[in-house]
């Protein structure tokens, strides 16, 4: 192993046993798939290890649809499917957000919001840890003064150095199954390495995960159906808000880039914009109806009333959700929100804390 190589080992140790207890991945989720560029060999596991799933959402207040279909959804399906006996752990990792200037007020409220957010999708806090990041905070050693260089270093290397970071984020909870999105593969290649190598000099401590990667593809800008749909985008009407009226959806679905050609067909190559919305409508269908299916449906309808479509579908798939969020948020206080999450941190911290025992044990600290 290089140098650097090394180097990182010593600093995911450093962070599995200094600093982060807690938290997650921005992750998409349900099946597992190998990626022979990117990806080792499936790991083969003790058939009595109990499977553990974890994974995180950054705090960015309600997420849009492509955050659903690429991640929560599948969240979802995971509880729901999972053995009883299979802990579920999801972090909102509200220390990662960080890793940037964050205005105080809105990050709180962005945090409410998606504590709201996780529970209106489906997921249940009886039946899965679902906590803040922040809520176990990191932790040097007493003997170390917070203004020793070293220290620094450490600290630095929490909040900047984010593969490192959630290497010892996923290790530390004893994941056996992590969800991620395709840009995150690389990520926990990384993690099963330190896990291996930590292994290989202290024996069968640390477990290394499998990846699930969502089925799900990308859900494209409505503005710039060439890039994926995201929260930074400048034009608010690129992205689905999952809490969006069905008059928001009905206009940014209007106001959606698509082409002057006629008819509907899917061709991901020459009509990015119509392809995306048969590719939402073939997500939000209950019959499972492929985007190609839906284009010989659809063939022969103006681009108007294909639009209308699209958002009639939409729009009645989400009514559920906004819904259930809308009761969620009632009240000023939010303190039915912050008590689960606080109350996932103390089962979190539990869980995390036996793979630090032994950890430290080993180690000898």
Known sequence: MTEAGHALRRYALCLLTTAPRLVGIPAR????KRNDSTSSKPTTF????????????????????????????????????????????FSIVNLHALTVPQDKSQLQRWTVET???????????????IFCQSDSKLALKEVVSPLDQNAKAVLKLGLFSYPVLQAADVLVHGATHVPVGEDQVQHLEFTRECANNFNSVHGDILVEPTTLLSPAKRVMSLK???????????????????TDSPEAIHLKIKHALTDSIGGISFDLATRPGVSNLLEILSH????????????????????????????????????????????????????????????????ARKNSGRMLEKVRDVIGI
């Not at 509880?79 to 752990?89: C, G, P, R, S, V």
């Not at 159906?225 to 689905?240: E, N, T, V």
């Open 284 to 347: 939000v269908d209950s019959e499972g109806r492929s985007p190609q299916a839906w284009a010989e449906e659809c063939k022969t309808l103006p681009m108007r009333a294909f639009k209308e479509l699209v958002s009639d579908n939409l729009s009645s798939s989400l009514t559920g959700f906004r819904e259930r969020y809308t009761a969620l948020m009632e009240g000023q206080s939010y303190s039915h929100l912050t008590d689960i999450v606080r109350h996932g941190a103390i089962e």
């Open 46 to 89: 003790k058939p009595l290890l109990q499977q553990v799933i974890f994974s995180g959402i950054q705090p960015t207040g309600v997420p849009h649809l492509g955050n659903y279909l690429g991640a929560l959804q599948q969240w979802v399906q995971l509880q729901d499917q999972a053995a009883h006996n299979t802990k579920l752990i």
């Open 115 to 129: 504590i709201a957010s996780l529970l209106a999708v489906g997921l249940d806090h009886n039946r899965s840890t």
């Open 224 to 242: 710039d159906p060439l890039q994926k749909m995201s929260k930074s985008h400048p034009d608010p009407r690129s992205k689905i808000l999952l």
């Open 29 to 32: 989720s349900v099946h597992s």
